[in-house]
């Protein structure tokens, strides 16, 4: 299984913190589309990160890894 985590208005979209699914063998980018398509969220522009590591599009996911979805900041 897999904790996935939500944050800033993912978070309120989702209407929680984090998820717990089996996504191990998918890849980010087959993540971000199942995301999508359950929670009507726009993924295209959030960093991924794995057990705490920024991770590409392209990385597989492994039993047990924790994946926190990220929205762009800006500030000043």
Excluded: C, W
């Excluded at 996935?4 to 699914?21: N, P, Q, W």
């Excluded at 589309?33 to 990385?59: P, T």
Aim: no cysteine; glycine share 8%.
């Amino acid at each position: 299984m897999n904790k996935i985590m939500f944050f800033a208005h993912l978070r309120d979209r989702v209407g929680e913190e984090s998820v717990t699914k089996d996504v191990s063998g998918k890849t980010i980018s087959e993540l971000k589309q199942m995301l999508e398509e359950n929670y009507g969220l726009k993924l295209d522009s959030v960093m991924a990160a794995v057990n705490e590591e920024f991770a590409s599009d392209d990385e597989v996911i492994q039993d047990g890894d924790t994946i926190a979805f990220i929205p762009p900041v800006s500030g000043g």
